[in-house]
């Protein structure tokens, strides 16, 4: 038996993203989102409602970071969502973070957080709230890079379950003992 | 110290979507996706080549499913990402899963995966690679419905690390002490 839910924005996993931005005076601002994903080889999309401060910052600079929201900073990260940067101008630095700006756009990219997606603004639609960008560059923390890779278990990303409204660990690698189809080709 | 990776689709988590399909002779197809995410309130937005034998399912029957991979069925859904639908006319069959078709949508939901998304096309475009489909109906498996919400311990989705070519379970919920953000405020 199946359960209908109606027409809901349910997905598991929806990804944790902090957005970084600056306004035009170069103060920094982060907002969290969960409605996103990557929409190309080099591309990500999101959607954020137009009143965001977020919004006029990207618009301004034509820029964005994307830091994924990991284990340990799930406070801050949360508190990201909860308070708008219309209200409070220094959201970054009450949540106790840091900053450094990146060389490739003018964008910040939060020094605690340690995946960071460095983004050029392709276009925002006010109507349909797509914010559509181009990924510039990726960028790592040594601290989770191991043989040249990200490690996932050391960059400990959350999700967010919208049906309960929780955080999640990611957990273990699941084994997959046919991972070359064959089980399943005769 | 930061590491670059240059431009690349790296995003975590990225979710194991499982798009189900009728072709023109109502003959049923999936196929695994992880570029993707939620677009808007009741949309969902996906990058699919226009090769697909989805895509052009999809352009057929002006319909689909979003089923979520989970661990159980890792081997399964990771074949319905190896094997392509225009070479092998019957990968659900040979995964030894079933279908039943939606009442809402002209699109098969496949029985064992307990979460399903039910979307009529909106827009695909083969430039972009982009498919922007309406959420018609959210439905699971009364095997994962605890208390009318999606118990997402028992749903057991995976995610896919394209860093390392693996899929990973959700973990545990997140403690988070100040969900107020009461922390930041003062």
């Given at each position: 038996m199946r359960t209908n839910f109606g027409a809901k924005a349910l997905l598991y996993p929806m990804p944790v993203l902090i957005i970084g931005t600056y306004d035009a005076d170069g103060n920094p601002d982060a907002m969290n989102a969960a409605w996103g994903g990557i929409a190309d080889d080099t591309q990500i999309n999101i959607c954020l409602s137009p009143t965001h401060k977020t919004v006029a910052n990207l618009k301004a600079t034509g820029a964005f970071t994307v830091s994924v929201a990991t284990a340990n900073y799930v406070a801050e990260c949360d508190y990201f969502g909860i308070e708008s940067g219309n209200k409070v101008s220094d959201k970054i630095a009450r949540a106790g973070m840091h900053v450094t700006k990146s060389t490739l756009v003018n964008a910040p990219i939060i020094?605690?957080?340690?995946f960071c997606l460095e983004c050029k603004v392709i276009s925002y639609d006010d109507k349909t709230c797509r914010l559509l960008g181009e990924i510039v560059n990726v960028n790592a923390d040594?601290?989770?890079?191991v043989n040249g890779k990200i490690d996932v278990q050391k960059l400990a990303p959350i999700t967010f379950d919208s049906s309960n409204h929780a955080y999640i660990k990611l957990g273990d690698k699941v084994d997959n003992a046919f991972k070359d189809g064959s089980k399943f080709k005769n």
């Amino acid at each position: 038996m199946r359960t209908n839910f109606g027409a809901k924005a349910l997905l598991y996993p929806m990804p944790v993203l902090i957005i970084g931005t600056y306004d035009a005076d170069g103060n920094p601002d982060a907002m969290n989102a969960a409605w996103g994903g990557i929409a190309d080889d080099t591309q990500i999309n999101i959607c954020l409602s137009p009143t965001h401060k977020t919004v006029a910052n990207l618009k301004a600079t034509g820029a964005f970071t994307v830091s994924v929201a990991t284990a340990n900073y799930v406070a801050e990260c949360d508190y990201f969502g909860i308070e708008s940067g219309n209200k409070v101008s220094d959201k970054i630095a009450r949540a106790g973070m840091h900053v450094t700006k990146s060389t490739l756009v003018n964008a910040p990219i939060i020094d605690e957080l340690p995946f960071c997606l460095e983004c050029k603004v392709i276009s925002y639609d006010d109507k349909t709230c797509r914010l559509l960008g181009e990924i510039v560059n990726v960028n790592a923390d040594e601290s989770i890079v191991v043989n040249g890779k990200i490690d996932v278990q050391k960059l400990a990303p959350i999700t967010f379950d919208s049906s309960n409204h929780a955080y999640i660990k990611l957990g273990d690698k699941v084994d997959n003992a046919f991972k070359d189809g064959s089980k399943f080709k005769n």
